[in-house]
């Protein structure tokens, strides 16, 4: 029988009831705790998780200066972190699209083939696709139902790899997004804070590896190119150049070095400023760069075969541009023409325009060739070759040419060898004043000194056959320092020697010294001169400089006041082979002379009517400027005869006198101050 349950006395049942409400809510308030523990738990192991992706990441970031190398460990471990399918990337170009870098990941890449390739090798526009829209907003975007979202272009082959969510991330250096990131997952993605927080997070590690690959490119670049124009600079060139030769075929056919030298830039350089010249540097790199893309812009229309140029600027005013894969020959002759015409405008430089020409020398390679420095070196020879002609040019190398420089070279070497062991003599050739009558005769008035080389091997050599070599080779100036101390101190002695004997100073002859145009154009040069005069103690008035008008063509100025400043020490100014320059006249009218002297040529065509009418022209000329005249190159009696009719002064020629050595020639000198003539 079942008992009845004892009643409670109202009180104690009131405690019961009230213990058992205190234990209920002991045991909701330790759930609770439990719960607060196990959240807490579970935050701090995903934020455990989390700050050892990053560090992972981090690592992967510090140990990588490349971005395609760090990219793709970065995606695989954000993917896995996040337990999502697939993950790309796309840097972002100059141009400001998005392009696919080829790296990707995904644990299942069979299944998910179809999406790799929809999004390999593809580029985005600014607003185009997910990681156009991040581009153009410069935030992440989110799609949360792929296969329903009309504007993601790709949503076919997400959804037939099972994709249902996509979100894309910018990565940034300061302002600028230089990659975006994009993730796929086959399921929604919740806690999208967790994820911004992530995801921003390694996208910051991965900005750091772009600025530190950009910086090893900068150096780089620097490097590899010049600073003011941006062209690649020597070491490139070189290293491309070489590169270009060993891809040659067995006929070494293909390839060209076009060396290429400014004409005038030094003048533009002294007279406006280094900064002036810099501006023309820019001008002439940038329109260089214009020609070379025009032509090879045109080369594909037609045309199988696409050949490659690398311009470079070597230094100074030189550049070089190196052709590589040539199926023509003539296109480096065409590219040349091309330059020059560029060139043609006048460049401005502050509030004026100034003019600069082109010296251009071609070498093409061909089988005798054993390396691309040799024909570098051929095509330095063709454009010195150029430049020789004083005009600018083009000039392809020849064997002929090759020959002719090395053997120029040559020359210059044993030049240098003459000058320091003062292989060289002065001979003289006598000038004689030119009777106004016929039974007056010749008096002699002075010397014009001439030099020669006693070469140890082959003798007496004329100067026509060095002079040119040591002009090329700047040894001219060694050589005429020389020849004007030389002829200062012969004609000292003579001058000692004749006043002794009792010449009066104004019968002791003069000595007529020839002066190069880089002689002449030294900033010492007047300096020089004076020093030469005191030291020697010949008079200045004696003393007579001829200079020709190339002197003049280079710098108009300075010559001006080189002529005044000698002149007014009383050193007399000569302008030899007048008649033969295209301005003669034109200095004549600025620049201050003494003494014009007649071209050969012009008295070896006397009996031709129109050299005499010049000859005549040129000595009225002279009379009506108060200039005296010099005849050269007197080789016969008729000759001497009628400069003497024509009121010639002065004459000089192997009819009156050949050049003799020192002795020879001052022996020709009378003590009472007539001459014997020879």
């Not at 009131?14 to 045991?27: D, G, I, N, S």
């Not at 560090?55 to 990219?71: G, H, L, P, Y």
């Not at 002791?508 to 030469?532: E, G």
Request: net charge negative; with cysteine.
């Amino acid at each position: 029988m079942k008992q009845e349950p004892i009643p409670l006395p109202s009180d104690l049942a009131a405690t019961v009831e009230r213990l058992e409400r205190l234990v209920q809510r002991e045991r909701e308030g330790r759930l609770q705790a439990e719960a607060i523990a196990e959240r807490g738990l579970r935050e701090l192991y995903e934020s455990q998780v989390r700050l050892a992706l990053l560090q992972r990441i981090t690592d992967c970031a510090n140990r990588s200066n490349d971005f395609s190398e760090a990219i793709g460990e970065v995606l695989k471990e954000i993917c896995e972190h996040m337990n999502w399918a697939f993950g790309t990337a796309y840097r972002v170009e100059r141009s400001g699209k998005a392009v696919s870098c080829v790296a990707w990941f995904t644990s299942e890449p069979a299944r998910l083939f179809p999406l790799v390739e929809a999004s390999r090798e593809r580029t985005f526009p600014s607003g185009e696709g997910l990681p156009g829209r991040v581009l153009r907003d410069v935030h992440p975007h989110w799609i949360d139902e792929a296969e329903l979202a009309t504007d993601f272009c790709r949503r076919v082959a997400a959804a037939s790899c099972g994709i249902r969510a996509v979100c894309g991330f910018p990565v940034m250096i300061g302002d600028e997004i230089v990659c975006v990131l994009e993730f796929f997952a086959r399921t929604a993605m919740m806690d999208k804070d967790a994820i911004l927080l992530t995801v921003t997070q390694a996208a910051t590690q991965l900005a750091r590896v772009i600025e530190r690959e950009r910086a090893r490119a900068a150096l780089v670049h620097d490097a590899l190119h010049d600073a003011m124009t941006g062209l690649p600079n020597r070491t490139l060139l070189d290293e491309r150049a070489r590169a270009a030769f060993e891809r040659l075929p067995e006929s070494r056919e293909g390839l060209a070095v076009l060396v290429i030298d400014l004409d005038g830039f030094k003048a533009i350089n002294d007279k406006y400023g280094h900064h002036a010249g810099d501006i023309v540097l820019i001008e002439t790199a940038r329109r260089f760069d214009s020609v070379i893309a025009a032509c090879m812009g045109g080369r594909r229309r037609g045309d199988e075969h696409a050949w490659r140029a690398t311009l470079a600027r070597v230094g100074g005013d030189e550049f070089v541009i190196v052709l590589d894969s040539l199926p023509n020959p003539g296109i480096a002759m065409d590219l040349a023409g091309a330059l020059i015409d560029a060139l043609k405008g006048a460049i401005l430089v502050g509030d004026e325009y100034v003019n600069v020409g082109l010296s251009i020398g071609i070498a093409h390679s061909a089988a005798g060739y054993g390396s691309v420095e040799q024909l570098r070196q051929d095509a330095d020879l063709a454009m010195y070759e150029a430049k020789s002609g004083g005009h600018g040019g083009v000039v392809t190398f020849s064997e002929a040419l090759g020959n002719e420089r090395r053997n120029r070279m040559a020359l210059e070497s044993e030049l240098r060898d003459a000058i320091r062991e003062k292989q060289f003599t002065l001979f003289y050739q006598p000038i004689f004043a030119l009777g106004a009558l016929q039974d007056q005769g010749e008096r002699l008035r002075g010397f014009e000194a001439l030099i020669r080389w006693n070469h140890p091997e082959r003798g007496l050599v004329e100067p026509g056959r060095f002079i040119p070599a040591a002009e090329a080779g700047g040894l001219i100036v060694f050589i005429g320092d020389w020849v004007l101390r030389q002829a200062c101190n012969a004609m000292a002695r003579l001058h000692r020697d004749l006043t002794e004997r009792g010449m009066s100073a104004g019968e002791l002859p003069y000595i007529s010294i020839n002066i190069a145009p880089q002689q002449f154009l030294q900033p010492t040069f007047s300096a020089h001169v004076r020093r030469v005069l005191l030291e020697t103690g010949v008079p200045p008035e004696l003393v007579r400089l001829e200079v020709t008008e190339g002197v003049a063509i280079i710098d108009p100025d300075q010559t001006r006041q080189v002529l005044e400043q000698v002149r007014s020490w009383g050193v007399k100014t000569s302008l030899d082979d007048f008649g033969t320059g295209y301005s003669s006249l034109s200095y004549l009218q600025n620049l201050p002379f003494d003494t014009l002297k007649i071209d050969r040529s012009f008295i070896a065509s006397m009996d031709d009517p129109k050299s005499r009418k010049i000859i005549r022209a040129i000595l009225d000329l002279a009379s009506n400027l108060n200039l005296s005249v010099v005849a050269e190159g007197i080789e016969t009696r008729e000759q001497g005869a009628s400069l003497r009719e024509m009121g010639c002064e002065y004459g000089q020629g192997f009819h009156l006198g050949r050049p003799l050595d020192e002795a020879s020639a001052f022996a020709l000198v009378w003590p009472d101050g007539a001459a014997n003539a020879a």
